[in-house]
């Protein structure tokens, strides 16, 4: 049995304490848990249902459609749930004798929300959105703003990360709003961050998983937990081992969705998409999915049927993964995902798929096109909005920040928290808003008179 005393331990794992609410926490069990709360919460919320109207890889549809980043998030959930599920099973049998165990049972619910919220900070026009961003301050008009700010504070301004952002979003306390945000459980919080450190240790890949003005929440809900630091200065952590099943679930659906949209949007041809899918299987199971196949006339349904067959099998994968590598997970050994964990024939099937999106998907003429609008109009509305904050008092700049929401801090004692105001605005809209509010902005469009 694993020595619970120098590892993480899903006793404190599993808390369903309320960040900003603590003194209202009530342990006892009810007929509805706080993370089925979390979960309807989540639903509910003006953030998550503008996922809809966000880029997830393709331009929103036309005539056909394709995922969006609320689609894709209700996706991630699915499998994320039914992956945590096939866990907690098999860990509550191994823990049956604790008197902690049925905690176990309620790893499913908290990972379905934790993917509901892992993609609420990523801003309009897909990762674009993130890139343009970050470029804006690291080459663009905003490098002056440097010797303003703190090393920190331009570090996560010019690695600006969606997973950073989510945290913000859902932990800090917008004007109007009460202490916590939007007051999750502290698993919830801690299971959609996969990066957890500072922006400081960003490194060539640009990623983390808090800004310096949400390292103390963080930090709080680490020690809550037991997640153990591996600095002196509390700026890199271990994961939450629940991260590990949000991130497969995450790399399962847009890696297999974006093959199944591009067959849709004819970028992929139904025979590509077939050899790419059949080869995550042997020849007896190919031989079986091959006849089931002959059925079916509609490409799109064979291909909906492979993709259904992958999913089915990544996750029983990851969860086996997962189970085995259970002690390294908890003691923060673990080496890669568990993904890049899983059989040797999955793998290759599911690097197959990568390397044909990268080359074919992601560089595709439609997705060109967004990343390039995407830049212009987020540059654009980064100068307008930055300068209306920083200089309040022109004419121009009153008159734009009466387009502001309230909830966002424009008039911050600080130019970090005046510069985040404009950053939550922003990442905040719709690709449709930003848009509008751009051609607006540039008097190409004109309300009724």
């Given at each position: 049995?694993?020595?619970?005393?120098?590892?993480?331990?899903?006793?404190?794992?599993?808390?369903?304490?309320?960040?900003?609410?603590?003194?209202?926490?009530?342990?006892?069990?009810?007929?509805?848990?706080?993370?089925?709360?979390?979960?309807?919460?989540?639903?509910?919320?003006?953030?998550?249902?503008?996922?809809?109207?966000?880029?997830?890889?393709?331009?929103?549809?036309?005539?056909?459609?394709?995922?969006?980043?609320?689609?894709?998030?209700?996706?991630?959930?699915?499998?994320?749930?039914?992956?945590?599920?096939?866990?907690?099973?098999?860990?509550?049998?191994?823990?049956?004798?604790?008197?902690?165990?049925?905690?176990?049972n309620q790893i499913g619910d908290i990972v379905a929300t934790a993917c509901l919220c892992h993609d609420l900070g990523n801003p309009p026009f897909g990762h674009s959105g993130e890139k343009a961003i970050s470029t804006y301050f690291s080459e663009g008009n905003g490098q002056y703003l440097q010797k303003h700010l703190t090393p920190d504070?331009?570090?996560?301004?010019?690695?600006?990360?969606?997973?950073?952002?989510?945290?913000?979003?859902?932990?800090?306390?917008?004007?109007?709003?009460?202490?916590?945000?939007?007051?999750?459980?502290?698993?919830?919080?801690?299971?959609?961050?996969?990066?957890?450190?500072?922006?400081?240790?960003?490194?060539?890949?640009?990623?983390?998983?808090?800004?310096?003005?949400?390292?103390?929440?963080?930090?709080?809900?680490?020690?809550?937990?037991?997640?153990?630091?591996?600095?002196?200065?509390?700026?890199?952590?271990?994961?939450?081992?629940?991260?590990?099943?949000?991130?497969?679930?995450?790399?399962?659906?847009?890696?297999?969705?974006?093959?199944?949209?591009?067959?849709?949007?004819?970028?992929?041809?139904?025979?590509?998409?077939?050899?790419?899918?059949?080869?995550?299987?042997?020849?007896?199971?190919?031989?079986?999915?091959?006849?089931?196949?002959?059925?079916?006339?509609?490409?799109?349904?064979?291909?909906?049927?492979?993709?259904?067959?992958?999913?089915?099998?990544?996750?029983?994968?990851?969860?086996?993964?997962?189970?085995?590598?259970?002690?390294?997970?908890?003691?923060?050994?673990?080496?890669?995902?568990?993904?890049?964990?899983?059989?040797?024939?999955?793998?290759?099937?599911?690097?197959?798929?990568?390397?044909?999106?990268?080359?074919?998907?992601?560089?595709?003429?439609?997705?060109?096109?967004?990343?390039?609008?995407?830049?212009?109009?987020?540059?654009?509305?980064?100068?307008?909005?930055?300068?209306?904050?920083?200089?309040?008092?022109?004419?121009?700049?009153?008159?734009?920040?009466?387009?502001?929401?309230?909830?966002?801090?424009?008039?911050?004692?600080?130019?970090?928290?005046?510069?985040?105001?404009?950053?939550?605005?922003?990442?905040?809209?719709?690709?449709?808003?930003?848009?509008?509010?751009?051609?607006?902005?540039?008097?190409?469009?004109l309300p009724a008179i």
């Amino acid at each position: 049995m694993i020595n619970q005393n120098n590892i993480m331990n899903w006793d404190k794992l599993i808390s369903d304490k309320r960040f900003g609410l603590e003194e209202y926490h009530n342990p006892k069990r009810q007929n509805r848990s706080d993370f089925q709360r979390d979960f309807d919460r989540m639903i509910f919320s003006s953030p998550f249902r503008r996922l809809q109207n966000k880029t997830q890889v393709f331009p929103l549809p036309g005539s056909i459609f394709v995922h969006n980043r609320l689609t894709h998030s209700l996706e991630v959930s699915s499998v994320g749930r039914s992956m945590a599920n096939e866990i907690s099973d098999r860990l509550m049998i191994k823990y049956s004798n604790y008197d902690w165990a049925y905690k176990l049972n309620q790893i499913g619910d908290i990972v379905a929300t934790a993917c509901l919220c892992h993609d609420l900070g990523n801003p309009p026009f897909g990762h674009s959105g993130e890139k343009a961003i970050s470029t804006y301050f690291s080459e663009g008009n905003g490098q002056y703003l440097q010797k303003h700010l703190t090393p920190d504070q331009w570090t996560d301004l010019v690695n600006f990360e969606g997973n950073a952002n989510s945290f913000r979003l859902l932990t800090h306390q917008f004007n109007g709003r009460r202490p916590g945000g939007f007051a999750m459980t502290y698993s919830v919080l801690a299971s959609i961050v996969k990066y957890p450190f500072n922006s400081s240790h960003a490194g060539t890949k640009g990623k983390f998983g808090f800004f310096t003005s949400e390292f103390e929440n963080y930090k709080k809900i680490a020690n809550e937990l037991g997640i153990i630091s591996l600095s002196k200065d509390k700026s890199i952590f271990y994961r939450h081992p629940l991260v590990y099943v949000v991130e497969a679930a995450d790399d399962i659906c847009y890696q297999i969705m974006d093959i199944e949209d591009a067959h849709k949007l004819k970028i992929l041809s139904t025979h590509e998409v077939i050899e790419l899918f059949v080869s995550y299987f042997d020849d007896e199971q190919k031989e079986h999915i091959y006849k089931t196949m002959t059925r079916v006339e509609d490409p799109n349904e064979k291909i909906a049927y492979l993709r259904s067959k992958i999913i089915g099998a990544l996750v029983n994968a990851c969860a086996d993964v997962f189970v085995e590598n259970e002690a390294k997970i908890l003691e923060g050994k673990m080496q890669g995902s568990l993904i890049d964990n899983i059989s040797l024939r999955l793998n290759t099937g599911y690097k197959k798929c990568s390397d044909t999106a990268w080359n074919k998907i992601y560089h595709s003429q439609d997705v060109v096109e967004i990343e390039l609008a995407g830049n212009q109009i987020i540059t654009y509305l980064l100068d307008r909005l930055l300068d209306a904050v920083i200089n309040p008092k022109k004419n121009s700049s009153q008159l734009l920040l009466y387009k502001v929401p309230l909830q966002y801090e424009t008039n911050a004692p600080t130019l970090f928290g005046k510069i985040q105001s404009v950053l939550d605005h922003i990442s905040a809209m719709t690709d449709v808003y930003a848009l509008d509010l751009f051609r607006k902005l540039n008097g190409l469009s004109l309300p009724a008179i």
